[in-house]
């Protein structure tokens, strides 16, 4: 056995520095997923109409997994991610998870309008006031939370997501 | 051994400039300028925002005529900021408080929504409008897990026309890193009718 030469003792002690400081990191199209909660934090209660007028109280949901986004038809990475927030939503429904989407400070009419453009089956809530957004720990729009069967915020999202990408539905699926 | 004590010295110390870089350019649609800056986990833009546009924005919102003007003309721009670190990777947090607007020897802060709100309630502007203005703008703070983002506009306070330098400042595993883009320009608004 030769002994390392003070080059080579050099190099892998750089390899070594660099694996210890810079771990090997996923592949770049799974960064977009979801951001766990480890602290899970009660998620605050809310009663919302929808444009068919139907309250909707998040406590009603209990035991099943609810994905909460608050949104607006004015934001633009609000208005990209809801075709896919449709198309999560007619996988997810199925099984039996819900999605609520929270429209901020605009009317029924604004909506309406939008959903010509956006169609959409999932509920959207009104929250005119902006009283439930502000109880909830959302600074900008987009922002999405997922909330587990005990009632607890999960997993957030800032800014838009595919909401139908296959790794991201699987995360909402180990939830149930 | 001590090229190694060097190596690691240099590879723990905090770096306060971060390795970006800024770059500039027109949306070949609109002709309006933008700038973008890029490092490792960062990415900012500011895209220019007609005074004109902005006024419309917020007068179909609710705004009357002198507030929506107001906003308009004090140097707006679409701005978006993301954490482009790989899943995994750091966390990104800013507040706009830290960020400085240098224009000749001036420096000053941007003008957050923290400091738009009052004025808005003063000039009794309504509930609606003043939601669709909240949610409309930046963040003033926020912490990105990778991949977040957000889109909204951005005010820095200055006259239509106006050059600045903005200082972006961002903090990541606890290190307080910054960067400056050079030479932004303010859009120039459109001579407005007299009734």
């Known amino acids: 056995m030769s ?94 998870v819900v ?3 929270i429209n901020i400070g605009e009317d029924e009419d604004t909506i309406f309008q939008f959903t010509a453009n956006f169609p959409v089956e999932f509920p959207l809530l009104l929250d005119q006031d902006s009283a439930t957004i502000q109880s909830w720990p959302v600074r900008g729009l987009p922002t999405t939370y997922v909330v587990d069967p005990q009632g607890r915020l999960v997993y957030r999202a800032i800014g838009g997501r595919a909401w139908d990408d296959p790794a991201l539905l699987d995360m909402v699926r180990a939830l149930k | 051994m001590h090229i190694i004590t060097l190596l690691l010295s240099s590879l723990f110390i905090p770096t306060a400039i971060a390795a970006g870089s800024a770059t500039t350019g027109s949306d070949p649609g609109t002709g309006l300028a933008f700038w973008r800056y890029e490092a490792e986990g960062i990415l900012f833009e500011l895209n220019q925002r007609l005074p004109d546009q902005t006024r419309a924005f917020f007068q179909a919102r609710g705004f009357d005529t002198d507030a929506a003007n107001q906003f308009a003309t004090s140097c707006v721009f679409q701005s978006r900021l993301l954490n482009t670190a790989v899943a995994g990777g750091a966390s990104l947090q800013f507040n706009l408080n830290e ?97």
């Open chain 2, 99 to 195: 960020w400085r607007v240098i224009s000749g020897n001036k420096s000053s802060s941007m003008a957050t929504t923290d400091d738009w709100m009052p004025r808005w309630k003063k000039q009794s502007i309504g509930q609606a409008a003043r939601i669709a203005f909240k949610w409309s703008l930046l963040p003033t703070e926020q912490t990105y897990a990778p991949g977040d983002y957000n889109w909204g506009m951005t005010s820095y306070d200055q006259p239509p026309g106006t050059r600045f330098n903005l200082t972006l400042v961002w903090h990541r595993e606890g290190r307080r890193e910054s960067a400056t883009i050079r030479n932004i320009e303010c859009p120039a608004d459109s001579p407005q009718e007299t009734p």
């Open chain 1, 3 to 96: 002994i390392p030469t003070m080059r080579q003792q050099l190099s892998a002690t750089l390899l070594l520095l660099c694996s210890l400081l810079f771990p090997p990191v996923q592949a770049a199209g799974t960064s977009q997923l979801l951001q766990a909660l480890p602290e899970r934090p009660k998620a605050g209660d809310f009663q919302l109409t929808d444009l068919d007028g139907t309250e909707h109280r998040l406590s009603s949901y209990r035991g099943r997994v609810v994905i909460v986004n608050f949104w607006a038809t004015w934001c633009p990475p609000c208005r990209e991610e809801m075709p896919s927030m449709q198309r999560a939503w007619e996988l997810l429904e199925p099984e039996g």
């Open chain 1, 99 to 101: 999605m609520l989407a």
